[in-house]
């Protein structure tokens, strides 16, 4: 039974789907933004906001003023090798100089309510379950259940042109055969809360090795930690690692997060009486792991495009680009009369990714073969750290952190490796 229709609709309120919808509704483009669940909701992440991300909020005109808890960070510092280095955000013409954070139990209600604001319509406790397909496999609507009620009869919403923000599960996207690409970069993570004196830290605190007992003489952990303030006395505390592909990589994540909180310092206060919510994992799909973005009517975006960087885990500053993007050759789109003028219009927003973030990806995915051989990082760590021009450089490309256009020495010779390498 078809119970509603619209220009769009979107499978997933998370930053992906949400930075669509208020895009969308700002063209004036009639969407219906279906979350399976009821904001709050928690959503297992870092929380980190780095001045990419920043830069497509201020885009958006959604304001994270200082004056109402907004936390601002100003740098990466990062321990490794027995050293310990602050970089701080460079002045760049595409990004402001600090980043923020805080807790995606409350960034993706705001940005949910600010789409609904815009005029979007967002509907809560609607699981998307499968697409509807036409006779020519285009892909013309959803079929929804109530999350409540999982017994209840599917009903269907038609739609000229359906998003999938539905994060790494990618609903739409498997059902229509869009099988993630193994040999792509994935990242898994666990992170939890810690109240803690580290949350009035101003900088994102990164640590690049993470030892089993005593640093340097005791065993190496795999994978690399954070600590995050995120405001109101909180730290998120989390380690993940990296794998070029995505062969599961037998890794105890808790037993490994168990045996950290052993062996840090214990005047950063992660204690159980500390803690608070418990540790939760899950997956990074990156480097553009699952594609086309485009066809048959339907988008992919952020996590459900794979999405994430294979530099450092960031996902939420592409997800947020991915819907402006979306949003705005779909507003090309519709204003052409036919459905072949419309997927030409569409086949761009495939190419702008590509485009923007192809080569970037490419050595995103060089950089996660080296460093999941611990002998590698561990004679980057030792030997780069020490280095300031060089970790500069290093934490620009990492944190996707440099003019694409102009910029200094260091933005020129990023931009240049990355036009060197095909396209991810
Ligand atoms: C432990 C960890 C730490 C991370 N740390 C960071 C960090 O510090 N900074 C950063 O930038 N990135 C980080 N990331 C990555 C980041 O969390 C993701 O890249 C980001 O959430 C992607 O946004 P999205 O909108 O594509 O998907 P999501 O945020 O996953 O949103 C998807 C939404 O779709 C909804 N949904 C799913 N299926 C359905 C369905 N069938 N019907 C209806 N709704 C549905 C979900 O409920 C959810 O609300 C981290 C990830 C992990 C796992």
Known sequence: MVVASADVVITGAGPAG???????????????????????????????????????????????????????????????????????????ASQPNYGSALPRKELDEKLARFAQKSGADLREGCTVTAPIQDKTGRITGVKVIPTADKKAPEVEIKAKFVLDASGVSARLAVATGREKNMRRPMGVAVRTYFASPLASTDMMESYLELWAGAAGKSELLPGYGWAFAVGNGLVNVGLGSLSSTARPTGINYRKVFNTWMQNVPPEWGFTAENQRGSLQSAALPMAFNRKPHYGDGLLLLGDAGGMVSPFNGEGIAYALASGRLAAEFIAQALGRNSLAAQDRVLQQYEAELRAELGGYYTLGRIFAALIERPEIMHLCVKYGLPRPVLMKLVMKLLSDNYDRRGGDWMDKVITALTKAVPKA
């Open 18 to 92: 949400s930075a669509a919808a208020h895009y969308l509704s700002r063209y004036g483009i009639n969407t219906i933004l279906l979350e399976k669940s009821e904001f709050p909701r928690d959503k297992t992440c870092g929380d980190g906001l780095t001045p990419r991300a920043v830069s497509e909020l201020i885009r958006m005109g959604f304001p994270i003023p200082e004056a109402e808890g907004w936390v601002r960070n100003y740098g990466i510092r990062a321990y490794g090798g027995g050293h310990t280095i602050e970089v701080p955000w460079p002045e760049l």
